[in-house]
């Protein structure tokens, strides 16, 4: 597999995830001048929805480009085909910056499992002890980071949304300098394999009958981000205090656990299976 000489960052796919666009903003010139071998573009995403303080404006960029065959007149459809656009003039490799408000630490959500993918993981995942690996298969490719065959989400947190906050924002710039560094290098290293979190289930907040929010996370159970379930735990508190259980009959980790920008969705967090992928 060849590896790609061009490199494409991308931030402000959300708008009020404010660590990327400051990267993108105030980093380009370090970034290229650090990295000659490279070619380095740079994309500020979703502008409009960053001038609102806002996730997005019409419909959400990071799942607008599985629609990009039909007719749509949203500010990110629009967007989503500039972007391909860009993505597809050659072969490159997408870093799309992003924060949660959720504990993850510094992770990496890879969509296409390919040799070169699955490399950059397991090199960053041995050289930052809290760096865990995602596996979110996107067969529809519905996110920007799957719009070339190379390509990686990069997720820090927890930060507030519409925050600049010194460690994601430095952990974010850390974890781009050592991917650049080696995709400057001319191998890849192959014949070995990466740990990840596969993403399998979704698990929503307890609802009332009319389908408003009945519950949060528990105290117990908020924060703990790839902790092992197995069997009997308790993820929510309803609002008339009471706890509810769910049983589980396999090794699973949770992810995401009470992020905010899946509040609308009322979605709790994801549980995922551990798995070693060769590449």
């Known amino acids: 597999m060849k590896k790609p000489t061009r490199v494409v960052i991308v931030g402000g796919t959300h708008g009020n995830e404010w660590t990327g666009i400051q990267i993108v903003r105030h980093y380009q010139d370090y970034l290229k001048n650090k990295f000659p071998k490279l070619v380095l573009e740079f994309i500020f995403a979703n502008p409009v929805a960053h001038e609102e303080n806002s996730r997005f404006k019409d419909e959400d960029l990071n ?53 070169l993918n699955l490399s ?43 925050v600049v906050d010194a460690v994601p924002l430095e952990s974010t710039l850390a974890l781009i300098e050592q991917i650049l560094e080696a995709m400057s290098d001319s191998q890849i290293v ?22 408003e929010l009945n519950g949060y996370i528990h105290s117990g159970f908020q924060g703990k981000n790839f902790h092992l379930l197995n069997g009997k735990f308790v993820p929510f508190m309803t609002f008339q205090k009471e706890s509810i259980e769910m049983k589980i009959d396999e090794d699973l980790y949770p992810i995401f656990i009470n992020e905010a ?19």
Not at 64 to 75: I, N, W
Not at 190 to 209: A, H, I, K, R, W
Not at 262 to 271: E, G, N
């Open 120 to 162: 950059l993981c397991a090199k960053l995942s041995q050289q930052f002890p809290d760096c865990r690996v995602i596996g979110a298969p996107d067969p529809k490719l519905k996110f920007l980071a799957s719009q070339s065959e190379f390509g990686l989400i990069l997720e820090v947190g927890p930060v507030a949304n519409s």
């Open 190 to 211: 192959s014949g070995n394999c990466v740990e990840l979190y596969e993403e399998t289930q979704d698990v929503y907040y307890p609802q009332g009958e009319k389908g």
């Open 63 to 115: 799942r607008a480009f599985q629609y990009l065959d039909e007719k749509r007149t949203s500010y990110e459809h629009i967007r989503a085909h500039e972007i391909k656009a860009i993505i597809e003039r050659e072969p490159c490799l997408v870093l799309d910056l992003h924060t949660t408000t959720s504990a993850m630490g510094n992770s990496l959500i890879v969509t296409r499992y390919n040799s």
């Open 261 to 279: 920008a899946y509040y609308p969705q009322k979605l709790a967090f994801t549980l995922c299976r551990k798995k070693s992928i060769s590449y």
